[in-house]
């Protein structure tokens, strides 16, 4: 028999309790952040690599190296990465200029 687990699809905690039904499937609530909805494998699939590709785009890597080690498609990647470009870069940016802002400065003419 095939008993899958299941997971927040927000969170990916397994702290999760049924909590009634919707459109005759078991509705579910997360214990941890109170999410609350269907949790349909395949969604919470798809939300635990996204979760991952998320990661991973915020340490920069590329977009290929990301679809190879999550299985998520490349244009897929390349959606997500437009789609959360404002937070993603912003995040990205702060962590880029800590490093060589600082050692400009040191660096002069003479
Ligand atoms: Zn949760």
């Not at 999550?70 to 940016?93: C, D, E, P, W, Y």
Request: hydrophobic share 35%; with cysteine; glycine share 10%.
């Amino acid at each position: 028999m095939v008993y899958s687990q299941h997971y927040c699809a927000k969170c990916g905690s397994e702290q999760i309790r049924r909590n009634g039904s919707k459109n005759g499937q078991p509705n579910y609530q997360c214990t941890a952040c109170r999410y609350q909805g269907l949790f349909v494998p395949a969604a919470v699939r798809k939300a635990a690599q996204y979760a991952q590709v998320d990661a991973l785009l915020v340490e920069r890597n590329s977009q290929r190296s990301i679809a190879r080690a999550t299985g998520v498609a490349r244009m897929t990647i390349a959606k997500r990465l437009k789609k959360s470009s404002g937070s993603l870069a912003a995040s990205a940016a702060a962590a880029s200029q800590k490093g060589p802002a600082q050692t400009l400065g040191g660096v002069g003419v003479g």
